[in-house]
């Protein structure tokens, strides 16, 4: 089973912008926590952006602060990653997770659920 598949990466110019999705294939109220984490290459994962069960908290890391915005719709069961000023270093292999109870939610040791990734590739 892939409970969670994301999709929209691809290749952007700095300063563009993306918007990433995050399709569950059951309803996104059974997670505590959804999230979005990132792995650039050569690098460990790391993590992005989290949105609370009550869509009312989220949590940025501090290099994606002002430029990322996370958030979801729970009549698609979907959440999303609206990326903007895009920069070189963003490029990674973007991941959504999904945890059923409240936890860290900057680790990814944590999550329950993964997506398959999708590639985001900023060029300069």
């Known amino acids: 089973q892939v409970p969670l598949v994301e999709s929209g990466g691809g290749l952007v110019q700095a300063g563009g912008s993306l918007r990433l999705s995050c399709a569950a294939s059951g309803r996104i109220s059974s997670y505590a926590l959804m999230a979005w984490f990132r792995q650039p290459p050569g690098k460990e994962r790391e993590f992005v952006a989290v949105?609370?069960?009550?869509?009312?908290?989220?949590y940025y890391a501090d290099s994606v602060k002002g430029r990322f915005t996370i958030s979801r719709d729970n009549a698609e069961n979907t959440v999303y990653l609206q990326m903007n000023s895009l920069k070189p270093e963003d490029t990674a292999v973007y991941y959504c997770a999904a945890r059923y109870y409240s936890g860290s939610y900057w680790n990814g040791r944590e999550y329950h659920y993964w997506g398959q990734g999708t590639q985001v590739t900023v060029s300069s």
């Open positions: 949105i609370m069960r009550s869509g009312d908290n989220t």
